[in-house]
């Protein structure tokens, strides 16, 4: 079956880095999305990797290995509006989107 | 970037009546959309996908006569939650893209509460 882990939460302190991680099994692999998603409201677009290696944007990278069925969201000086569900979602070779459970993330001052 | 836009946000009605939810791309033309619920601490799961001019898809398990899907245009797909009851709250998002398949936007989602 087609599987996706991350954790359900965590916690970092204001101004911190933190790692989220996500590992995948799927039937094929047409990408891997990131998605922030405040309680009560839709996802929103974080990133997106195909290719292995990392992409950064702003505050937030994300980073790719299809090898190992890995990727994580990094998200440096952490901020109180951060804290939020971030989900990590993969296109199977069907283009059908998979979605994993959602990491909660408490920012503490 | 591109908008999509889900009305309404938050509807409460009672037990054995109908529910409709539309979602609109409002700067781009949707090849197709999808209908997602989500239940509290729980991952999007996806109901359905919907192309215009023709029938939904339906995921195993979504009842297509309970949650009917029309995608009349576009730029328009509707939900319509036929005689909901108190299981079928839910938050219900849509989503739709362009094509390209990383470049998929959400609607802001819409908090079913049936009493």
């Known amino acids: 079956g087609q599987n996706i882990d991350q954790p359900t939460e965590m916690t970092a302190t204001e101004g911190a880095i933190v790692q989220i991680n996500c590992t995948y099994q799927?039937?094929?692999?047409?990408?891997l999305f990131w998605y922030q998603q405040h309680a009560g409201e839709a996802p929103t677009f974080l990133s997106y990797?195909?290719l292995d290696g990392l992409e950064e944007k702003g505050r937030f990278s994300s980073f790719l290995s299809r090898s190992k069925g890995y990727s994580y969201l990094l998200l440096k000086e952490l901020q109180m509006k951060d804290s939020a569900s971030y989900l990590c979602?993969?296109?199977?070779?069907?283009?059908?989107?998979?979605w994993g459970a959602g990491t909660k993330l408490i920012i503490k001052p | 970037g591109a908008v999509v836009s889900q009305h309404p946000s938050r509807v409460i009605c009672k037990s054995g009546t109908s529910v409709k939810i539309e979602c609109r791309s409002l700067?781009?033309?949707?090849?197709?959309m999808f209908w997602y619920r989500q239940f509290p601490k729980q991952s999007l799961m996806l109901m359905a996908t919907?192309?215009?001019?023709?029938?939904?898809?339906?995921e195993q398990g979504v009842e297509k006569d309970k949650f009917l899907i029309n995608h009349a245009s576009l730029t328009l797909s509707t939900l319509t939650v036929t005689s909901a009851h108190p299981e079928d709250s839910s938050f219900y998002i849509c989503?739709?893209?362009?094509?390209?398949?990383?470049?998929?936007?959400f609607g802001s989602g819409t908090q079913l509460s049936v009493l």
């Open positions: 990797n195909v």
């Open positions: 989503s739709a893209n362009t094509g390209e398949y990383e470049k998929l936007f």
């Open positions: 799927t039937s094929g692999f047409n990408g």
């Open positions: 700067d781009f033309q949707a090849t197709t």
């Open positions: 979602a993969v296109l199977d070779s069907n283009y059908q989107l998979i």
């Open positions: 919907s192309n215009e001019g023709s029938k939904a898809t339906y």
